[in-house]
């Protein structure tokens, strides 16, 4: 398993052929959550 | 029930679509009231135009007897119909493309709704219609593309492409830009303009679907990748991507950044696999390992299950082997267009068909 492991990570560029869906998911979780945030945050405001 | 939408107006660039002109005129004049859909017919060989004045006003269809490609027949359509003037929003369609009922109050409400982001365009989702291996193959690479990429893409505000089948536009743009003739991807090519003009928003409104036509065979879905790849880098090295110093630029460099990986990876494995197996046969397999079971496997397990297409678990080794293959055409079209070997302006469109008593029926080649 462990000549496996070093094996993969020997490799020039593991996943960097998927490098842009990585960041795309990424930016959509951000995006996601700064809205919720912002919708959170306007409900809280408005009881207060 | 019918609407009379007269703030959009449907524009169909048409050229031998006698195999589908006639459904999508069918559906599309089921909700629409047939004064507000256009029809630009380039230069038919076929019935397109005789079907299209079976359903539309005389003064709503035009014939050019001249080839002006999908382009340039819609760039006429719009001027000579005065759709600038006459409508608020214009929508320009294939002719294969059969929007949902809901497609135009769906977008008109995310203009409406993201008055803020002042949206010049908005986009809808586009589904294809799964009836073989090739086509249940493109339904997991528009959910991938959709769901991912372009959600990602609204959220900052870079859109790369306004597919031609499922965009509506403030006519306002046509006032400042119109479809150019320099690229095989007329509608990416103004994409681009829009950003580099930085004429407004685009959004995308998942809400809004769009189903339209895939290749029915393995060489025709060759054939429309590697014109979908070639205007990609034609627009790539036309809008002088990723030096104009815009967010959007990013994006489309990451794109290509990522198309590019993809393809020399499988290229450089296929040249060099006879030495790899020789000498080192397990080298194959890791370049795989994170692109199949990380990324492959769970969005495909994620659109058979949304989709209930259960059969499309059969097609596991054809369909990654089709992520291999676009992966070269990525790489062969970039070549092309580096070399100048890559034409624009032309119709360039896959041949259409029709399910009838269980046969594929495709329409003529167009070569």
């Known amino acids: 398993m462990a000549d496996f492991r070093k094996e993969i990570m020997a490799q020039p560029i593991p996943g960097l052929n998927n490098i842009s869906l990585v960041i795309h998911l990424l930016v959509i979780v951000v995006a996601k959550t700064s809205t919720t945030i912002k919708k959170l945050l306007g409900k809280f405001i408005k009881r207060k | 029930m019918k609407k009379n939408n007269s703030k959009t107006a ?18 599309i004049l089921s909700y629409i009231n047939k004064h507000d859909v256009y029809l630009v017919d380039d230069n038919s060989k076929d019935k397109t135009f005789e079907l299209a004045l079976k359903f539309l006003p005389l003064n ?13 027949a819609l760039n006429i359509g719009i001027n000579k119909f005065k759709l600038t003037e006459k409508y608020e929003y214009i929508m320009p369609i294939d002719a294969d493309a059969v929007p949902a009922s809901q ?8 203009f409406i709704l993201n008055k803020k982001r002042k ?3 908005v986009t809808g989702k586009v589904i294809g219609n799964n009836s073989s291996w090739i086509t249940a193959y493109r339904l997991w690479e528009y959910e991938i593309s959709q769901n991912i990429y372009k959600n990602s893409q609204n959220a900052t505000s870079t859109i790369a492409v306004c597919p ?20 095989v991807t007329e509608d990416m090519d103004l994409t ?47 809008h002088n991507v990723p030096w104009g110093g815009q967010k959007f630029d990013l994006e489309v460099a990451l794109l290509a950044t990522e198309g590019i990986f993809n393809g020399f990876i499988v290229l450089a494995l296929l040249l060099l696999s006879p030495v790899i197996i020789r000498f080192r046969y397990e080298l194959m397999i890791y370049p795989f390992i994170f692109d ?45 267009v580096l070399f100048g070997l890559a034409p624009s302006g032309e119709w360039q469109r896959t041949r259409r068909w029709q399910i009838s008593e269980r046969k594929l029926w495709l329409s003529p080649s167009l070569d």
């Open chain 2, 192 to 238: 681009f303009e829009i950003h580099r003009k930085k004429l407004g928003k685009i959004g995308y409104c998942s809400k809004a679907t769009v189903n339209t036509q895939d290749p029915g065979t393995f060489r025709d879905f060759a054939k429309q990748v590697e014109r979908w790849y070639k205007g990609f880098w034609q627009c790539v090295i036309k």
């Open chain 2, 103 to 110: 497609f135009l109050e769906n977008i008109l409400e995310c």
């Open chain 2, 164 to 183: 031609g089948c499922a965009t509506v536009y403030r006519s306002k743009v046509f006032k400042k830009i119109h479809f150019s003739r320099d690229t």
């Open chain 2, 60 to 72: 709503n269809v035009l014939s050019l007897r001249k080839n002006s490609g999908k382009a340039g």
């Open chain 2, 292 to 336: 199949f079971w990380l990324f492959f496997l769970p969005s495909l397990l994620y659109t058979i299950l949304k989709y209930k297409e259960y059969r499309m678990m059969l097609y596991i080794p054809q369909f990654y082997f089709m992520r291999l293959f676009t992966g070269l055409i990525f790489i062969k079209s970039f070549l092309k």
């Open chain 2, 10 to 27: 449907i524009i169909i660039p048409a050229s031998n679509e006698e195999f589908v002109i006639e459904k999508t005129l069918k559906t």
């Open chain 2, 119 to 121: 949206l010049i365009a």
